[in-house]
Antibody
Framework: HVQLEESGPGLVKPSGTLSLTCTVS?????????WSWVRQSPGKGLEWIGE???????SENPSLKSRVIISIDKSKNQFSLKLNSMTAADTAIYYC????????????WGQGTLVTVSS | DIQMTQSPSSLSASVGDRVTITCRPS??????LNWYQQKPGKAPKLLIY???SLQSGVPSRFSGSGSGTDFTLTISSLQPEDFAIYYC?????????FGQGTKVDIK
C-alpha cells in the first residue's frame, strides 16, 4: 500500500525556515494525485498548508501563502515544503498526505514529524 | 474559508453503543465531506469520503450521511478500538478545512 514519510529537522529557530521532505513509496508522484502538507497544533487543530501536482502546479492556504513554497522532485518520488519566517505559532506536527486538488480526500498520510520553533 | 463545526466536542460511550457525530459547514458543500479517525500519536485515517462512501478496509459499522450543511457520522456498535478523535473535513473549496474534532472516550 502507499506509504509516505516526512523527513527534516525537528527544531527551527525563530525567523528561520522550515524545510521538510516527503518520500512516497508504492505510488508514483507523477500519478494524477495531488500531494499535500497538513499541520496540527493544539491551538489551531488540523490546518491544510498547501499542495502540489506532478505538473508543478501548486496551491497554498491563503493564511500562509506568503511564507510557503511547495515543490516536487519526480526523480526522487518526493515533494517538499519550505515555510519561512517561523514563529512559535508554527510549532506543530507536520504531515504529508496524498490528496487535495480541490475535491479529493486525504487518503494516505505520513506518520507526522514534530517541529518546534525555539531558540 | 468554510468553517466546520462539529458536535459534540466530546462524548462518553460504552462498547456496543450507537454513536452519532454531527458536522455543520458554514455554507453548502454539497457532498464534499470526509470523515477521519485519529488515535493518539498517529496520523488521521480516512473513514468516509464524499459524505457516505466507506473507504476501503474500514469496518461497515461506520457510516456517513448528509448533504449541504448537515452531515452525520454514525458508529452502529462502538468497539474498543473506536475510542479516538473524529474529524470532518470539507473538500468543496480551497482551502480544505477541518472541524475541531469530537473525542469519543469510554464511559
Amino acid at each position: 500500500h502507499v506509504q509516505l514519510e516526512e523527513s527534516g529537522p525537528g527544531l527551527v529557530k525563530p525567523s528561520g525556515t522550515l524545510s521538510l521532505t516527503c518520500t512516497v513509496s508504492n505510488d508514483s508522484i507523477s500519478s494524477r494525485n495531488w500531494w499535500s502538507w497538513v499541520r496540527q497544533s493544539p491551538g489551531k487543530g488540523l490546518e491544510w498548508i498547501g499542495e502540489v501536482h506532478h505538473t508543478g502546479s501548486t496551491s497554498e492556504n491563503p493564511s500562509l501563502k506568503s511564507r510557503v513554497i511547495i515543490s516536487i522532485d519526480k526523480s526522487k518520488n518526493q515533494f517538499s515544503l519550505k515555510l519561512n519566517s517561523m514563529t512559535a505559532a508554527d510549532t506543530a506536527i507536520y504531515y504529508c498526505a496524498r490528496g487535495g486538488g480541490g475535491s479529493a480526500p486525504f487518503d494516505y498520510w505520513g506518520q507526522g514529524t514534530l517541529v518546534t520553533v525555539s531558540s | 474559508d468554510i468553517q466546520m463545526t462539529q458536535s459534540p466536542s466530546s462524548l462518553s460511550a460504552s462498547v456496543g453503543d450507537r454513536v452519532t457525530i454531527t458536522c455543520r459547514p458554514s455554507q453548502s458543500i454539497r457532498t464534499f465531506l470526509n470523515w477521519y479517525q485519529q488515535k493518539p500519536g498517529k496520523a488521521p485515517k480516512l473513514l468516509i469520503y464524499r459524505a457516505s462512501s466507506l473507504q476501503s478496509g474500514v469496518p461497515s459499522r461506520f457510516s456517513g450521511s448528509g448533504s449541504g450543511t448537515d452531515f452525520t457520522l454514525t458508529i452502529s456498535s462502538l468497539q474498543p478500538e473506536d475510542f479516538a478523535i473524529y474529524y470532518c473535513q470539507q473538500s468543496y473549496s480551497t482551502p480544505p478545512t477541518f472541524g475541531q474534532g469530537t473525542k469519543v472516550d469510554i464511559k
